[in-house]
């Protein structure tokens, strides 16, 4: 089983930068998934982000050039660097595991764990 909490969320201008963190518990998967996902108000949950063991990445349009999705070394925390936030970006920001399987997916329904979100806001 796996626990996630997600930080670093918070309120910024346009053009801004902010850094989320997810926090993994303890673990000894072989492989796995983690993906980052947001809600945007009156929208539905889209993947924007996943990585690997391997640390093989891949990014939705939306957020391409823009977010960049990395892990520690030892794995345990998932970072999502944002820069050149804009508005639309506001959401809230979820990270997810997947367990026993390395592959870049952002379909919701994969992922078996799930944090309970950290809010971005991006506004002048």
């Known amino acids: 089983q796996v626990q996630l909490v997600e930080s670093g969320g918070g309120s910024v201008q346009p053009g801004g930068s902010l850094r989320l963190a997810c926090e993994q518990s303890t673990h000894t998967y072989l492989s796995y998934s983690i993906a980052w996902f947001r809600q945007a108000p009156g929208k539905e949950r889209q993947g924007i982000a996943a990585?690997?063991?391997?640390?093989?990445?891949f990014y939705a349009d939306s957020v391409k050039g823009r977010f960049t999705i990395s892990q520690d070394n030892a794995k345990k925390t998932l970072y999502l660097q944002m820069n050149s936030l804009q508005p639309d970006d506001t959401a809230i920001y979820y990270c997810?595991?997947?367990?026993?399987?390395?592959?870049?997916?952002?379909?919701?329904?994969?992922?078996?764990?799930w944090g309970q979100g950290t809010q971005v806001i991006v506004s002048s």
């Open positions: 997810a595991f997947r367990a026993n399987v390395a592959s870049l997916n952002l379909e919701e329904a994969v992922y078996n764990y």
């Open positions: 990585i690997t063991t391997s640390d093989q990445t």
